[in-house]
């Protein structure tokens, strides 16, 4: 069964860093995409970043371009998300999700990460 | 940036009714669109991929269409569990975009 657990989130002051984690099982961790994808309270989705298989390609939209690190351990079937200087703008409940040649199709139940003073 | 229009916002329909759900891209996504629902604090799910493919275990009521800019999900008979916000997405180009949505209740 495939399976993506999100941890790490948490109440952070602006400016902040954050290190979030997505711990995966189920599928061939190094064959797939990772990506993140975040949703403020009671909005829409928001794509994040995303990673190809072997990690050396990386995709950001341009909110988070130049503040946010995705990356991926295939040893350890872990993905990762540097947050830097976070805003508060930045709250929202962030998923991780696998893309097995298509869209996302796997998703983590989420964590949530909260930016306030 | 691609900007992706779902209408409408909010769609309430009866039980067993045929339902038609949105989606508009500001340029050609060459099919490269794809359809999640979201319930009430849960993760989305995928339903549709790459206009009109069903993801595997979802049924078979809830089906997709379209090209170039136009695209919809259709649910050919509307049932209680149905009832969640839908959200198309492209991942033709980056950024990948999603739609804002639509809400989806029953009357």
């Known amino acids: 069964e495939v399976q993506l657990v999100e941890s790490g989130g948490g109440l952070v002051q602006p400016g902040s860093p954050l290190k979030l984690s997505c711990a995966a099982s189920?599928?061939?961790?190094?064959?797939?995409?990772l990506n993140w994808i975040r949703q403020a309270p009671g909005k829409g989705l928001e794509w994040v970043a995303s990673?190809?298989?072997?990690?050396?390609?990386?995709y950001y939209p341009d909110t988070v371009k130049g503040r946010f690190v995705v990356s991926k351990d295939n040893a350890k079937n872990t993905g990762y998300l540097q947050m830097n200087n976070l805003r508060s703008e930045d709250t929202a409940m962030y998923y991780c999700?696998?893309?097995?040649?298509?869209?996302?199709?796997?998703w983590g139940q989420g964590v949530m990460v909260t930016v306030s003073s | 940036d691609i900007q992706m229009t779902q209408s409408p916002s909010v769609l309430s329909a009866s039980v067993g009714d045929r339902v038609t759900l949105n989606c508009k891209a500001s340029?050609?996504?060459?099919?490269?669109l794809n359809w999640y629902q979201q319930k009430l604090g849960e993760a989305p799910k995928l339903l549709i991929y790459?206009?009109?493919n069903l993801q595997t275990g979802i049924p078979s009521r809830f089906s997709g269409s379209g090209s170039g800019t136009d695209y919809t999900l259709t649910i050919s008979s509307l049932q209680p569990e149905d009832v969640a916000t839908y959200f198309c997405?492209?991942?033709?180009?980056?950024?990948?975009?999603f739609g804002s949505g639509t809400k989806l209740e029953i009357k």
């Open positions: 999700a696998r893309t097995g040649g298509g869209p996302p199709d796997y």
């Open positions: 189920g599928f061939t961790f190094s064959s797939n995409w």
């Open positions: 990673i190809n298989p072997d990690g050396s390609s990386t």
């Open positions: 340029q050609n996504i060459n099919k490269y």
């Open positions: 790459n206009t009109n």
């Open positions: 997405f492209q991942h033709n180009s980056w950024p990948l975009t």
